[in-house]
């Protein structure tokens, strides 16, 4: 241990940490408008199917240049919707990333289908074109890429796949809201693009989710199933003066309320500044990041503007005496909320138990799980929030570096 270490002893170890307070690894940002629009909401005479919604949704749909977006009580809500949508059914298998949250896979479990994964590409760590026309089979329906910590997958090739063997690409953009790729922004490009609304995304409602579509059919399917397959709602019921109405599908009840709604159209007018203030911290990160031993940060391919969700460093261990397990709590104990994005999900005990993953299928999504550790990002940080974080990380780091 060198002289000048001994007043940076870890917090792990007894030294006093960086920051006082944790900062969270995300958060959301609620401002008296928001708050005011909610309220407003609640003394109206709707506060679930009422104008808020198509609001809402004709909102997002102009913001993200789609023709369609139908709203949803989650984003898995949302998921689950796209995958009824796409006509997933028993027998059928949809390719997706390992390295994701469960419920990307998970909602093609939910229509009886199966989930078949391929694996990441090494830099960008969304799903590799090349690995998923191997899983292609006769049983292939759909493909559904997810654009990890915000930067797009390489979607014009999952839509070429798609179109060579008819296959529908649901877009898990539940990290990319406001991400462009090849020149536009993520809404319209795959055949169906989910987002969440989760207090840790760009916007929230609290829970919430949304399915953007060019495809007429698409949208009129999406409506029906989150309203338990009927195919007119109360208000246009209550407008149209009659009782009649028909469930043509079995949907299930996955509405947003329009208090939520109100919340969301208020949230859309901030995201510009939001993805901006992203953009700058992630420029700021990867600026310091660059030349610190023993961390390797996030790599973005020269077609894409990712929308930061996430800012996941890998870890160098080979120049590192410990491993991300040792990392992640000393950050933790200089008060820096990092986190770890993402278990890949075949390793999972119901995915293991069910479908006998043993470990070492997806070696390139394996060796990221172990070495990722997502810092801080959210686009209230401060300046001195993000200055806390590199002086942690350099602090950590250089204790562990051989
Ligand atoms: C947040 C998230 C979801 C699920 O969204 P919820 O709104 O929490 O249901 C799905 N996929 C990914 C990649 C997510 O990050």
């Known amino acids: 241990m060198t002289v000048a270490s001994v007043s940076e002893v870890l917090a792990i170890h007894g030294g006093s940490p960086v920051r006082k307070t944790l900062l969270p690894y995300a958060r959301q940002s609620i401002d008296e408008s928001d708050i005011q629009a909610v309220v407003e909401t609640l003394r109206s005479d709707w506060l679930t199917t009422g104008p808020k919604i198509a609001e809402f949704e004709e909102a997002m749909a102009a913001w993200v240049g789609a023709k369609y977006a139908v709203s949803f009580s989650s984003g898995t809500a949302a998921l689950h919707a796209a995958a009824f949508a796409s006509g997933l059914q028993p027998g059928d298998e949809a390719i997706t990333s390992p390295l994701t949250f469960a419920a990307t896979a998970n909602c093609v479990l939910y229509q009886g289908a199966t989930p078949v994964f391929a694996d990441v590409l090494e830099d960008t760590l969304t799903l590799d074109p090349d690995l998923v026309a191997t899983r292609i089979t006769p049983r292939t329906k759909a493909i559904l890429p997810v654009d990890y910590a915000g930067h797009p997958a390489d979607l014009d090739s999952f839509l070429q796949l798609a179109d060579h063997h008819g296959l529908i690409v649901i877009e898990d953009a539940c990290h990319a809201l406001g991400a462009e790729y090849r020149g536009r922004r993520l809404g319209s490009v795959a055949h169906m693009t989910v987002f969440s609304f989760h207090p840790v995304k760009h916007l ?184 806390d974080v590199v002086r942690a990380l350099d602090k950590v780091l250089a204790h562990f570096e051989k």
């Open 204 to 387: 929230t409602t609290g829970e919430g989710g949304m399915v953007t579509t060019d495809n007429p059919l698409f949208a009129e399917t999406l409506h029906r199933f989150r309203n338990h397959g009927i195919n007119i709602d109360a208000r246009q019921r209550q407008r149209a003066g009659h009782w009649h109405y028909e469930m043509v599908l079995l949907g299930f009840n996955y509405r947003l309320t329009d208090m939520a709604c109100a919340l969301g159209l208020q949230q859309i007018k901030k995201l510009e500044a939001n993805l901006s203030r992203r953009r700058q911290i992630a420029a700021r990160y990867s600026a310091e990041f660059r030349f610190m031993a023993g961390t390797v940060p996030p790599r973005t391919r020269m077609d894409v503007n990712p929308a930061w969700h996430l800012y996941p460093i890998r870890l160098d261990l080979a120049k590192l005496a410990a491993d991300r397990g040792k990392v992640f709590q000393a950050l933790r104990a200089e008060n820096v909320g990092v986190n770890v994005h993402y278990i890949p999900v075949h390793h999972h005990p119901y995915y293991r138990d069910r479908f006998g993953y043993i470990g070492g299928e997806y070696p390139v999504a394996e060796a990221a799980y172990e070495r990722l550790i997502s810092l801080p990002m959210f686009h209230s940080m401060t300046d001195g929030d993000v200055d």
